[in-house]
């Protein structure tokens, strides 16, 4: 794919706007809610569940670089929610945001993963869903 901005196939300039995250110096604006029911975590390297998760991060592509991540293992029972939200201004009238991000959803115990966001009227909107196993690949 081109201009993902991830600094992989083009110039700092091309993509100067974007806003890179790669928790590599902790949660770069992201919070914990509080209206879950556990939390998100930062990791490195594999996760502690054999079978599951990535053995690395997508960002460094190595074992030392973090992300973040659920363990929808026991003690979590379906439907428990864990929350990361983070604040972006509005957009300019006439433009849009543009979200991208990488997902690695590895385990038969996998879940779901919801993108949302407030529209001005503060109603959550929700631009997408992933449920279940897609394998052992970001």
């Known amino acids: 794919q081109t201009d993902c901005c991830d ?3 083009e110039s ?3 993509c100067y706007k974007y806003k890179r995250i790669d928790f ?3 949660l770069d604006g992201f919070i914990q809610l509080t ?3 556990f939390n998100w975590t930062r990791h490195q390297g594999p996760t502690n569940t054999q079978g599951t998760g990535p053995t690395q991060d997508h960002t460094t592509d190595s074992a030392v670089g973090y992300y973040m991540y659920i363990e929808s293992s026991p003690p979590q029972v379906t439907r428990d929610k864990a ?3 983070y604040n972006l201004p509005a957009p300019l009238p006439g433009t849009k945001c543009q979200m991208r991000y990488w997902f690695h959803m590895y385990g038969s115990m996998s879940g779901g993963l919801n993108i949302t966001s407030r ?3 503060g109603n959550v909107v929700t631009y997408e869903t992933i449920f279940l196993d897609h394998g052992d690949r970001w």
């Open 12 to 14: 700092d300039y091309t």
């Open 7 to 9: 600094g992989s196939d």
């Open 83 to 85: 929350r990361l939200a």
């Open 119 to 121: 529209d001005a009227s």
């Open 24 to 26: 590599e110096q902790g």
């Open 35 to 37: 209206n879950d029911n």
